[in-house]
T-cell receptor
């Protein structure tokens, strides 16, 4: 089972681009990388998912190098409302129950 | 309005009591999950169900039980055998993204407190 490693916390300022990196050295061939956002006392919310190279949607980009042993979530021009915990998850392409959630990265955006 | 609902938002349990947490989804998802989250921690899988009338234990199933009699519903019972039940409980259901694995969608959670 792939295990992920993320920084425990990060600070940034409004309007800045924030990059959160996740290490997943044991990722398997069929695994995907998925990122979730969680606000206090709420369920996690899906942000983005990718397999390789770059994926972009309306809220974030996900960069995955060729070896797929790490990935970087990029949040453009953050605002105070982006203060949350961000989880990196390696999701098995074959079996969804092989999910390991780490403690996530607590992102604090300052004015 | 499609989504996942959990009730109640807060639940209090007395010593030796069983309590049941409700989870309902109208997203027509086949798979459903229950997680436990302790303060400052990630989620830990309790049980999951990939189809009606079938469910599997997750990493921390001891002291919990589930049923899956309908596609829309996946209730979780916290039994008296669970000695440390105080936590935030999250229910999720999942749908495969095009070309990828299942992506989970979460309910708002139930906070369980022991009196």
């Amino acid at each position: 089972l792939a295990k992920t490693t993320q920084p425990i916390s990060m600070d940034s300022y409004e309007g800045q681009e924030v990059n959160i990196t996740c290490s997943h050295n044991n990722i398997a061939t069929n695994d995907y990388i998925t990122w979730y956002q969680q606000f206090p006392s709420q369920g996690p919310r899906f942000i983005i998912q990718g397999y390789k190279t770059k994926v972009t949607n309306e809220v974030a980009s996900l960069f995955i190098p060729a070896d797929r042993k790490s990935s970087t979530l990029s949040l453009p021009r953050v605002s105070l409302s982006d203060t949350a915990v961000y989880y990196c998850l390696v999701v098995g392409g074959d079996s969804n129950y092989q999910l390991i959630w780490g403690a996530g990265t607590k992102l604090i955006i300052k004015p | 309005d499609g989504g996942i609902t959990q009730s109640p938002k807060y639940l209090f349990r007395k010593e030796g009591q069983n309590v049941t947490l409700s989870c309902e989804q109208n997203l027509n998802h086949d798979a459903m999950y229950w997680y436990r989250q302790d303060p400052g921690q990630g989620l830990r899988l309790i049980y999951y169900s990939q189809i009606v009338n079938d469910f599997q234990k997750g990493d921390i199933a001891e002291g919990y039980s589930v049923s899956r009699e309908k596609k829309e519903s996946f209730p979780l019972t916290v039994t008296s055998a669970q000695k440390n039940p105080t936590a935030f409980y999250l229910c999720a259901s999942s749908l495969p993204l095009a070309g990828g694995p299942e992506t989970q969608y979460f309910g708002p959670g139930t906070r369980l407190l022991v009196l």
